[in-house]
């Protein structure tokens, strides 16, 4: 049987107060968490791309990766660059080293590309030279 | 619910929705890095607009066409065909696209007064300047090379079939074609090619309502609007020195709107260091035929007494930017200081540049002077390793 005090209230157009407010808490909670993800600083991370495959490490732990056997590239400090490289003219390692999103360092005779993804902003958006 | 409350809730997540979106997220780039030219140079590209995707391929498309033809070690393309095959006076077909970048160069041959040249490979492989000769140094594990330097002679007859008289584009019944006159001429775009095709890139940009972009080849950088946002783009210049180690930072930082390009020529990335002393780069000044900033004295071939360690320029056009670099360098820093300031007089007011200059005293490298042409917004920064600051001279 219908309750005829839940029709009255309905008809009425009181608000439901609890219910509004449960609704309203979601809608804030969900903004929330939009808001947290969106500034939220993820650790950044070096996406090594060679033969087609795409290797991603992070940014904030220090190591050592040999790439083909071609490339020596260390990360270290928050920051990546080449510091061996089996190529004519090694100017992936007189690139330097990077560390902020955007900016990568290219190996073009051995077609590898390393470039600093996520995290925080705050680089450039390109070098000349 | 009350009419108020149906309103106020969703309006409620809209707005910080849209605030949420309105802090970045969801308003990106699309970012992309691809190898080409025979696998020598990248072309990066940060793209907003429609169909970012599509434009970068149309542009990969368009360099990689380029590359075909102009490539001097792909057996295939039209200018090794030239430089090695050809015989004098025979033609050899090239695109519309090559005949413009050919007749462009030629041009800008006689604007820098004959200090940028695409004519210069015979000079580059006497002085083993060419990709195979500074490819053979590594500053990490080499000494100085010891190979014996060429005589002045050998210089002024290698400098004789350097002369771009001797080539000679024809168009014909709607084709083009290239052939010279000099069996011994050799070609090579690499000074303005990059250039060449990053205009080309702002123009695919500008035919696809690309309106906020930047396009880095191998660092000969265009960029186009502004950043979304509305900032200007931040470019930075590589500093020149220290040159035998790779840890050199960026010695400022330029603040640009588009449309311009930015581009860097220097001597501290292609260059050997030889046991006379001199430490030659790639940039050879076909004026002299010797390698920019190395000059013949009593004792021989000897560094000059100031010379470029870098040039940046900036113009519309990044073939002419790409081209002026080089021809700074070659010019030497105050004929090449001189030269841009006259070129700006001309009505290129677009045209600015970095110029940074170092001495040489006859035993060690110092550092010398900057020099500022043109308004451009600018910030020195600080280099990895805490270089120091330049001083500056006013043009």
Excluded at chain 2, 203 to 212: C, L, P, Q, V, Y
Aim: charged fraction near 25%; hydrophobic fraction near 40%.
């Amino acid at each position: 049987m219908v309750d005829e005090r839940k029709i009255d209230i309905i008809r009425s157009g009181k608000p439901c107060r609890v219910a509004d407010i449960i609704a309203a808490a979601i809608i804030l909670a969900a903004a929330a968490v939009v808001f947290a993800a969106a500034l939220t600083k993820k650790g950044g991370a070096v996406e090594i791309t060679h033969n087609g495959q795409r290797q991603t490490y992070p940014l904030d732990r220090d190591r050592e990766i040999d790439v083909g056997g071609l490339l020596t590239v260390v990360i270290k400090d928050g920051a990546v660059r080449v510091t061996e490289a089996a190529c004519p003219d090694k100017l992936c390692i007189h690139q330097g080293a990077v560390r902020h999103a955007g900016r990568a360092i290219v190996c073009a005779p051995n077609g590898i590309v390393i470039r600093v993804t996520g995290g925080s902003g705050g680089g450039s958006d390109a070098v000349s030279g | 619910m009350s009419r108020a409350k149906k309103i106020a809730i969703p309006a409620l997540a809209a707005l910080v929705f849209a605030a949420a979106a309105s802090c970045g997220y969801g308003r990106k780039y699309y970012e992309a890095t691809e190898i080409v030219f025979s696998k020598s140079i990248s072309v990066s590209v940060r793209l907003s607009g429609p169909d970012p995707k599509g434009a970068f391929s149309e542009m990969l498309s368009v360099i990689n066409g380029i590359d075909g033809e102009i490539s001097p070690a792909n057996p295939d393309s039209a200018l090794y065909y030239l430089n090695e095959t050809a015989a004098p006076g025979e033609r050899v077909e090239i695109s519309g696209t090559v005949y413009d970048l050919m007749t462009l160069s030629v041009e800008l041959e006689t604007v820098t007064d004959g200090a940028f040249s695409i004519a210069v490979n015979n000079l580059s492989r006497l002085w083993k300047l060419d990709i195979a000769g500074y490819s053979a140094f590594d500053p990490a594990v080499d000494g100085p090379l010891k190979h014996a330097l060429p005589t002045p002679d050998r210089v002024a007859e290698a400098k004789g079939d350097c002369d771009i008289t001797a080539l000679r584009l024809t168009e014909d019944g709607g084709k083009y074609y290239m052939s010279k006159t000099n069996k011994n001429l050799r070609l090579d775009l690499g000074g303005v090619a990059k250039g060449y095709c990053a205009d080309l890139c702002l123009g695919i940009m500008d035919a696809r309502g690309i309106t906020s972009g930047l396009v880095n080849i191998s660092g000969n950088i265009v960029v186009k609007g502004k950043k979304l946002g509305g900032a200007a783009w931040d470019i930075r210049v590589r500093s020149p020195r220290p040159r035998f180690t790779p840890l050199r930072g960026e010695v400022c930082a330029l603040s640009s709107y588009g449309d311009v390009s930015i581009v860097t020529s220097g001597d501290y990335m292609r260059y050997y260091v030889h046991e006379s002393g001199i430490t030659p780069s790639h940039i050879i000044d076909p004026r002299s035929g010797a390698p920019a900033g190395i000059v013949y004295g009593q004792g021989g071939w000897e560094q000059a007494g100031e010379y470029v360690s870098s040039a940046t320029v900036l113009a519309k056009s990044s073939a002419r930017a790409d081209a002026y670099s080089t021809a700074v360098c070659a010019m030497g820093f105050e004929a090449g200081a001189k030269w841009l300031k006259s070129r700006r007089e001309s009505g290129e007011t677009d045209v600015a540049a970095i110029i940074f200059s170092e001495r040489y005293d006859g035993k060690e490298e110092t550092r010398g002077d900057m020099s500022v042409i043109g308004a451009i917004e600018l910030a020195l920064t600080d280099t990895v390793n805490e270089y120091e600051r330049y001083g500056q001279r006013e043009w």
